[in-house]
């Protein structure tokens, strides 16, 4: 039997390192991710924490789309053709630029807010808080497995030709990308804002 001292440094030893995973997360850009990215078993692992978010009233207000590698130059058409829909005058570059943006990061998995505009007990704030918990819970789990991620938008994500192409019905939305693979470089802390900032106590006047 283990030494009730030696459980307990164990468990305080857990809790640090689970804090500094949590301290030390930051958004890599696409353009510093490389191979390998997750395998599936490992994005499994990401959603299966994703699906752990604080979720009010447990409408499951999220799901999650993984476009794996020989889908992704159909994707990058879309981008271009999304990307040309909305900026018509766009160059030659900036539509290519759009079709790497599908191509750059190993791994791309859409997020889709499945709202349930309609249910009185639960506003849709609550709704897309919970969203968010589930994208850091997988920007968390894929920081902790050692990969580099970001979750992204922009203006495409409210196209409806690109959204449908990806198979969401009328009442989803598109949230975005997360993107994850291997950081290319050696990425520097990012200075963080300070907790006296974001903190007050509240006493009663
Ligand atoms: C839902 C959502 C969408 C985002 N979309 C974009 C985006 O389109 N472009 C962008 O530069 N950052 C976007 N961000 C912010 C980045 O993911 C990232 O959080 C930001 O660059 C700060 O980096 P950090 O995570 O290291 O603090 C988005 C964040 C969230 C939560």
């Known amino acids: 039997m283990p030494q009730k001292a030696a459980v307990e440094d164990d468990a305080s030893s857990m809790r640090r390192q689970f804090l500094e995973l949590i301290l030390s997360r930051q958004s890599v850009s696409p353009k510093r991710l490389g191979p390998p990215g997750p395998t599936y078993d490992e994005v499994a692992m990401m959603v299966s924490a994703a699906v752990t ?39 030659p570059e900036e539509l290519e630029r759009e079709r790497q943006r599908a191509l750059r990061a190993p791994t791309l998995l859409a997020v889709v807010a499945r709202l349930q505009r309609h249910e009185p007990r639960v506003e849709e704030r ?80």
């Open 126 to 205: 609550d709704q897309y808080a919970s969203i968010g918990a589930a994208i850091q819970n997988i920007l968390l789990v894929a920081h902790a497995l050692g990969y580099g991620a970001i979750m992204l938008s922009g203006r495409k994500t409210r196209d409806p030709q690109l959204v449908s192409a990806l198979g969401l019905s009328g009442q989803e939305e598109l949230m975005g990308f997360i993107c994850i693979g291997t950081p290319t470089t050696s990425i520097s802390r990012k200075c963080r804002p300070n907790v006296s900032d974001h903190l007050t106590v509240w006493r009663p006047t």
């Open 53 to 91: 978010a604080p979720d009010h009233g447990a409408l499951r207000p999220w799901r999650f789309i993984l476009i794996e590698h020989d889908s992704r130059n159909a994707l990058a058409d879309l981008f271009q053709q999304a990307k040309a829909r909305l900026s018509p005058r766009a160059t």
